[in-house]
Nanobody, 121 residues
């Protein structure tokens, strides 16, 4: 499957953005799709994902309660709604398929290209 992320931009602290990840190549709905992010000088970190079927979601502690992942299988799209953004949310955000928890979240499938999110204070 190929993934295309979009929706990043510059926003003030407290604002919102919605990222989109469009999948193509084969049955997108059969994959567990999630989001990671990588800030400058830091390792890529897990943000949110669907897992164990479409209704189960997981979030990192850093975004729990502020970010929400959703999907539209008819559009082959997974969204990441980001509210109450903070400067520390500034990063390149990546979507990925076939996430698996093996002590930590890892990607067994494909990565999309990143989309830059910048939150100003």
């Amino acid at each position: 499957v190929q993934l295309q992320a979009s929706g990043g931009g510059l926003v003030q602290a407290g604002g919102s953005l919605r990222l989109s990840c469009v999948g193509s190549g084969r049955a997108f709905s059969s994959f567990y799709v999630g989001w990671f992010r990588q800030a400058p000088g830091k390792e890529r970190e897990f943000v949110a994902t669907f897992a164990r079927g479409r209704g189960v979601t997981f979030y990192s502690d850093a975004v729990e309660g502020r970010f929400s992942i959703s999907r539209d299988d008819a559009r082959n799209t997974v969204y990441l709604q980001m509210n109450s953004l903070r400067p520390e949310d500034t990063a390149v955000y990546y979507c990925a398929s076939d996430l698996s928890y093996e002590g930590r979240w890892i990607v067994r499938g494909s990565w999309g290209q990143g989309t830059q999110v910048t939150v100003s204070s």
